[in-house]
């Protein structure tokens, strides 16, 4: 047995509570800290699928030439506020730079040791927490017009297949006989299996969290200032006027983490993605699984008493309010794939997915302070990595070496000194 610890852990989310939980099964002392309490940001607000095979960034080849057109169509999944692009330029510059071939197939092979086996990753961590019953294995499909249509996505499709993904392809009659809630606009699908969802991932959170105080883990609502060194090694973080002593402290709050990062010497190039979601309430029908409409680029999960669309993008940073133009997106989008839905009402959320400009998660131990830790940064698949995340995290703290080679995700990448 490790020697018993006091870890802070600050950030609620899916990354925070699934270190938390794991480093109390280690037999440590856990204090989860944040703003706004676990399980309201983006953690709350994801499009709920654990898409094992969401190993491709954002950042493919040919995207310079796409996303200037993408800008200017309404029809298309990416807006920006023009006022926030000086702000976001250094930035995009860096995030550009890893539209080729080369970076997608290096940033593939980083993320699938953290989201490849997402279902599993997710009953473990949830087993006998009071969450499991959140969790719903299922196949998740990508759907296109037409063959030609999913052949334009070869690229994407072969470095999946290269990390061991199968699918199933269903075409015409096929598809629309295993789900026939679809337009027939949509002629083609590839279906995997071994995926899964969270029938309400804001509520699955807190159900874990819940689980971490009930076996003697502290939950305070705070914004943490710093983290409180002595001699290069961490005795505590101050939250306002108060330090909460601790022996170590991972920084695991999103977005949000940037700052803090740059306080432990880190400086991580990180950008709010804003995300959207448009839930429509009490459908007429439901989806069977999940899917990504790939003409539209969003997600339609089958929730508790609702269908949640997500995968918006968005640059304009953490302080404008949400825009209008990406929920009537939604809104035409989910009329075109699925035209005889009617549903009574609707929810509209925006959040900020953490997005670092090589698309790759930070995960590890800070250079040059001891006991210092970080998880953040994995785009669209905070909820899918999260608990693979924890894991590692838990590990690390606890002084052991996990059997991933975690140097890719090293903090140490970013390093000021």
Not at 174 to 202: E, N, Q, R, V
Not at 362 to 370: A, N, R, S, W, Y
Request: negative net charge; contains cysteine.
């Amino acid at each position: 047995m490790n020697e018993k610890k006091t870890i802070a852990i600050i950030g609620a989310g899916i990354v925070g509570v699934s270190t938390a939980i794991w480093l109390q099964r280690d037999g440590h002392d856990v204090i989860l800290i944040d703003k706004a309490g676990p399980g309201e940001g983006t953690s709350h607000g994801n499009g709920g699928v654990l898409a094992s095979c969401s190993i491709i960034p954002v950042t493919v080849p040919g995207l310079l030439k796409k996303a200037p057109r993408m800008l200017f169509d309404p029809s298309q999944p990416l807006f920006m506020k023009w006022g926030y692009v000086p702000k976001l330029l250094p930035w995009l510059m860096r995030y550009l730079k890893h539209a080729n071939a080369g970076d997608v197939q290096r940033i593939a092979a980083a993320l699938t040791p953290i989201v490849g086996d997402s279902l599993n990753d997710h009953q473990a961590l949830a087993q006998g927490t009071g969450a499991e019953k959140w969790i719903v294995p299922s196949d998740y499909l990508f759907l296109y017009e037409n063959r030609q249509h999913f052949e334009g996505d070869a690229f994407g499709w072969s470095i999946r297949s290269e990390h061991g993904f199968q699918w199933e392809e269903l075409e015409g009659e096929a598809f629309h006989a295993y789900d026939p809630i679809f337009s027939k606009d949509i002629g083609f699908a590839a279906k995997l299996s071994d995926h899964g969802h969270i029938t309400d991932p804001g509520r699955y959170v807190k159900d874990l969290a819940a689980h971490v105080e009930a076996k003697g883990g502290r939950i305070v609502r705070a914004t943490v200032d710093d983290v409180v060194r002595e001699s290069g090694t961490v005795t505590g973080v101050r939250t306002g006027g108060e330090t909460i002593e601790c022996d170590a402290a991972v920084v695991t709050a999103g977005v949000w983490s940037g700052p803090l990062a740059n306080k432990l010497g880190v400086s991580v190039p990180l950008e709010t993605e804003r995300g959207y979601h448009l839930e429509l309430v009490e459908p007429s029908a439901m989806p069977k699984n999940p899917v990504m409409v790939a003409s539209g680029k969003f997600v339609a999960t089958p929730m508790d008493g609702r269908i949640r669309l997500a995968g918006i993008v968005e640059f304009g940073g953490l302080d404008a309010p949400p825009s209008r133009a990406p929920f009537e997106l939604m809104r035409k989008n989910a009329r075109a794939a699925f035209p005889g839905v009617t549903w009574k009402d609707e929810v509209e959320w925006m959040g900020h997915r953490p997005a670092p400009a090589d698309s790759i998660p930070i995960i590890g131990e800070v250079p040059g302070v001891d006991g210092a830790f970080m998880g953040f940064g994995h785009h669209h698949i905070g909820l899918t990595g999260g608990p693979k995340t924890g894991r590692l995290l838990a590990q690390m703290v606890a002084g052991r070496a996990p059997n991933t080679d975690m140097s890719v995700y090293a903090p140490s990448r970013y390093a000021t000194s």
